[in-house]
């Protein structure tokens, strides 16, 4: 029902930048909470930072102060600035979406994940 599809992701040096993209796209009839989480090798899958429809964000501390989430309504669209990365950054980095999609004659709130992009900081 609904797909989510990450860009931006790539090798960088430590103290470099990167960007992230996701798009939804699909069936729902509208989007509340996005996120984005990684997954360092050998590690459990983290948030790094999430924001709601109206903006209100949230970090992980890892992510506070280098890493600015936002979104575009309209592009049905979550970004992920990343700034000063470090080694320590490198994962595979997935978004999330809380759509609000109908399931028969009801209307429910499903999390929906993207397929992931990798991210690796050199030292």
């Known amino acids: 029902q609904v797909q989510l599809v990450e860009s931006g992701g790539g090798l960088v040096q430590a103290g470099g930048s990167l960007r992230l993209s996701c798009t939804a796209s699909?069936?729902?009839?509208?989007?509340?909470?996005m996120g984005w989480y990684r997954q360092p090798p050998g590690k459990q899958r983290e948030l790094v930072a999430s924001?709601?429809?109206?903006?209100?964000?949230n970090y992980a501390d890892s992510a506070k102060g280098r890493f600015t989430i936002s979104r575009d309504n309209p592009k049905n669209t979550v970004y992920l600035q990343m700034n000063n990365l470090i080694p320590e950054d490198t994962a595979v980095y997935y978004c999330?979406?809380?759509?609000?999609?109908?399931?028969?004659?009801?209307?429910?709130?499903?999390?929906?994940w993207g397929q992931g992009t990798q991210v690796t900081v050199s030292s």
């Open positions: 999330n979406a809380d759509a609000r999609v109908a399931v028969l004659a009801s209307l429910v709130y499903n999390r929906y």
């Open positions: 699909g069936r729902f009839v509208s989007i509340n909470a």
């Open positions: 924001i709601a429809s109206g903006n209100s964000t």
